[in-house]
């Protein structure tokens, strides 16, 4: 069965800290792997990975694939509290020629002041 | 630009009832679906739709029924209201299934079932 990890489920830093967030995969058709924050209602968008070792960058969040080992890492520096919120790691299924998103339970982030 | 619209934000339902989840997106994307929240279970895929008149089953879709008549609507049905039904309600919809695209997502559907 088809299924997405996240660890850890929940985290409480203080601000300044850095963090490091989980996503292991185990997926038949694997085609990316996307990662979203959500705060108080729907998830936006992230990052989008779909080679290893290729960083992706925006500001204080980066985000790595592999694809051999079958994770993925989300690093957040000198965190904020605007950083709490949930952060999902999906990856994309494409099975046939559909393409749909498997969640894991996501990462409670609390950062406190 | 709207993106993905859903109505209504909060909806009470007696056990029973029937309504309907409405989802409407201007983006001209081929695929939507449907999700739902519950707390400690991440986002889990109800229905999808890969095109106008093309609809299929996600990982729970007992009790749930949907439709795509055209690219912009993607409504989802409650036949008949239980209280496992409460949960938050998540639409999405992507450019096509077949590319490297990101999800967008609807606000979301809070729903209570008593």
């Known amino acids: 069965e088809d299924k997405v990890v996240q660890s850890p489920l929940s985290l409480v830093v203080h601000e300044g800290d850095t963090v490091t967030l989980n996503c292991s995969y185990e997926v038949t058709n694997f085609r990316s792997l996307l990662w979203y924050k959500q705060e108080k209602k729907a998830p936006t968008f992230l990052f989008m990975l779909t080679s290893s070792g290729i960083e992706k960058k925006s500001g204080r969040l980066s985000s790595i694939l592999d694809k051999k080992e079958l994770f993925s890492i989300l690093n957040i520096t000198a965190t904020q509290t605007g950083d709490s919120a949930i952060y999902l790691c999906?990856?994309?299924?494409?099975?046939?020629?559909?393409?749909?998103?498997?969640f894991g339970k996501g990462t409670k982030l609390s950062v406190k002041p | 630009n709207a993106g993905v619209t859903q109505t209504p934000k909060f909806q009470v339902l007696k056990t029973g009832q029937s309504m309907t989840l409405q989802c409407a997106q201007d983006m001209n994307h081929e695929y939507m679906s449907w999700y739902r929240q519950d707390p400690g279970m991440g986002l889990r895929l109800i229905h999808y739709s890969v095109g106008a008149g093309i609809t299929d089953q996600g990982e729970v879709p007992n009790g749930y029924n949907v439709s795509r008549s055209t690219t912009e609507d993607f409504p989802l049905r409650l036949l008949s209201a239980a209280p496992s039904q409460t949960s938050v309600y998540f639409c999405a919809s992507s450019y096509s299934p077949a590319a490297n695209t990101e999800a967008f997502f609807g606000q979301g559907t809070r729903l209570t079932v008593v």
């Open positions: 999906a990856v994309e299924d494409y099975g046939g020629s559909q393409g749909n998103l498997i």
